[in-house]
């Protein structure tokens, strides 16, 4: 037998064998040799790390640990006695291994996706997904709910490929499935497509000529947009009429939520989350819990504001949403029937942004829109801002608001203010 102390010296050193064959040497005769632990060499000069033992009542079994040297030697060693250990336990390694490629081979779209939501990390903090954000990846995976009346709702979007190991996905079945998604609208469609792919990716999952490559023919690629901006903002000029418009009508929940949205510079979804229990009417302010960067944002409410707040949670119990809102969608209609101005509500956070901008420093209006501070020195360690600071910065943005809509006179000129 080859038997060495393995040195980086002696491994670098070793001859070449025949083509066609492999060497192999044992690591022996040294005051660090671990017996059982093999290099073995081919002609084309790869070496490996392997180790040869028996399991306890059971065959041999050759077990690899890595390359060398992208491995050194004394990782080798130590990664050695943990596998000789196992195998002494009775413990096959590569029965486990096959047991763990058998279930990679058979794991289907679904029980993949709940690995997925259960273990996805971000890069940028090492958090988990958001909650929401795992209900909403789960539901594309999982069938229509049945309503009271015997109608069912539709599929998730991913459904017929919910029970397919993800290892027999093909091409035709991810644009099978993009084409029927397409039919509900393309923005959902894009959203399924970005699951779909990340969950692939995750899993090392490779489909052959995939709509994704960029490589694939255009014709046979599904493209999926960039996420959606952030807003379009209404212009100053318009603003008047849009108020004007949202005091017209008979002040609902969806109503004083649109207001409450332009005034305060919330994402959509943030106000839904407030419950009566998050607002202190005494101070003045509303804090929404857990938002996109995992802080809670306290927002110091102005005058309108304030009385928007009153008004929702009269006669609520503390954990009632502070707005009852379903879809905003008619309301949004007929404001916009009314004045011509097309808007989504989260255009109303831009448009904050857009009149906040030169009535309020650039800081505090990072502090307003609950931008995080990352990478700037300035912001996050030499620049602080007081509630009474943020207080006047969302009443400046109310005041001016209120006086577009008296006056219809833009006075966005002005330079920032501190």
């Known amino acids: 037998m080859n038997r060495l102390n393995f040195t ?25 040799s671990v017996r059982g632990l093999q290099v073995r060499i081919t002609a084309n000069g790869t070496k490996t790390f392997v180790v040869f033992k028996r399991v306890n009542g059971g065959r041999p079994e050759r077990v690899t640990l890595g390359r060398y040297p992208d491995m050194s030697i004394a990782q080798a060693r130590q990664k050695a006695i943990r596998v000789i250990a196992d195998l002494a336990d009775g413990n096959s390694i590569n029965a486990r291994k096959r047991e763990v490629r058998q279930k990679a081979r058979s794991l289907t779209l679904a029980e993949a996706l709940q690995e997925y939501v259960e273990q996805k990390r971000r890069r940028k903090d090492g958090l988990p997904l958001k909650e929401r954000t795992r209900r909403d990846y789960l539901k594309m995976v999982a069938p229509g709910r049945q309503r009271a009346d015997g109608t069912k709702n539709a599929d998730g979007e991913l459904y017929k490929l919910a029970g397919k190991p993800i290892r027999q996905i093909t091409a035709e079945d991810i644009r099978a499935v993009h084409r029927a998604a397409l039919a509900r609208g393309e923005r959902r469609a894009a959203y399924a497509m970005q699951v779909l792919r990340a969950v692939l990716n995750w899993h090392g999952v490779e489909v052959a000529d995939s709509p994704f490559d960029r490589h694939t023919p255009e014709k046979l690629r599904v493209n999926i947009p960039q996420s959606r901006p952030a807003g379009r ?15 017209d009508l008979p002040t609902t929940p969806t109503v004083d939520y649109l207001r409450f949205l332009l005034l305060t510079g919330c994402r959509p979804s943030e106000p839904l989350k407030v419950t009566v229990r998050d607002c202190d009417l005494l101070g003045g302010r509303v804090t929404i819990r857990d938002t996109k960067n995992r802080r809670d944002h306290v927002v110091a409410l102005s005058e309108p504001a304030l009385a928007i707040v009153k008004r929702q949670i009269q006669d609520k119990p503390a954990d009632a949403p502070l707005f009852s809102v379903r879809n905003p969608r008619k309301t949004v209609q007929a404001i916009t029937a009314a004045t011509g101005i097309e808007f989504a509500p989260k255009d109303l956070r831009a448009t904050f942004a857009s009149i906040a901008e030169v009535l309020t420093s650039a800081y505090t209006l990072k502090r307003m829109m609950n931008h995080t501070q990352a990478g700037d020195v300035t912001g996050l360690h030499y620049v602080h801002k007081g509630e009474s600071q943020l207080r006047a910065g969302w009443q400046a943005v109310a005041d001016w608001i209120q006086e577009q809509a008296a006056e219809n006179v833009v006075v966005l000129q002005q330079e920032p203010g501190a």
């Open 8 to 32: 980086k010296a002696k491994l670098d050193a070793l001859p070449l064998p025949k083509p066609g064959t492999r060497v192999v040497y044992h690591d022996a005769d040294g005051p660090h």
């Open 233 to 247: 903002s209404i212009p100053p000029e318009r603003i008047g009429d849009w108020w004007r418009a949202v005091n």
